[in-house]
């Protein structure tokens, strides 16, 4: 069974930090592009970041770009977003997403086939 299990959301002031983490199971994740996406209230969901199979390709959206950093956990199989200087506009919910179109671009991370149950992440002005 496929898994994906986000953490590390929470309350923060603006210019705060948050690390967000995403552990994926069920299956060998290592040639899958890995992503974050999240949805505010009201909202449809956006594309925030994502990384290709080997880690050296990256993604960001204009949002979020020069404050928000992707990686890859040495096996792979975990995602991280590291997320600095928080505006109260990033408070959303956030979602981990996976798939096995390696190259992570936009395009495909948007029709990703599995997707965690979302990490909520709230920053007060």
């Known amino acids: 069974q496929v898994q994906l299990v986000e953490s590390g959301g929470g309350l923060v002031q603006a210019g705060g930090s948050l690390r967000l983490s995403c552990a994926a199971s069920?299956?060998?994740?290592?040639?899958?592009?890995m992503g974050w996406f999240r949805q505010a209230p009201g909202k449809e969901r956006e594309f925030v970041a994502a990384i290709n199979w080997s880690g050296v390709n990256t993604y960001y959206a204009d949002s979020v770009k020069g404050r928000f950093t992707i990686s890859r956990g040495n096996a792979k199989n975990t995602v991280y977003l590291q997320m600095n200087s928080l505006k109260p506009e990033d408070t959303a919910v956030y979602y981990c997403?996976?798939?096995?179109?390696?190259?992570?671009?936009?395009?495909?991370?948007?029709?990703?086939?599995?997707w965690g149950q979302g990490t909520q992440v709230t920053v007060s002005s």
């Open positions: 997403a996976a798939d096995p179109n390696a190259s992570g671009t936009i395009a495909t991370m948007m029709a990703a086939d599995y």
């Open positions: 069920g299956r060998t994740f290592s040639s899958y592009a």
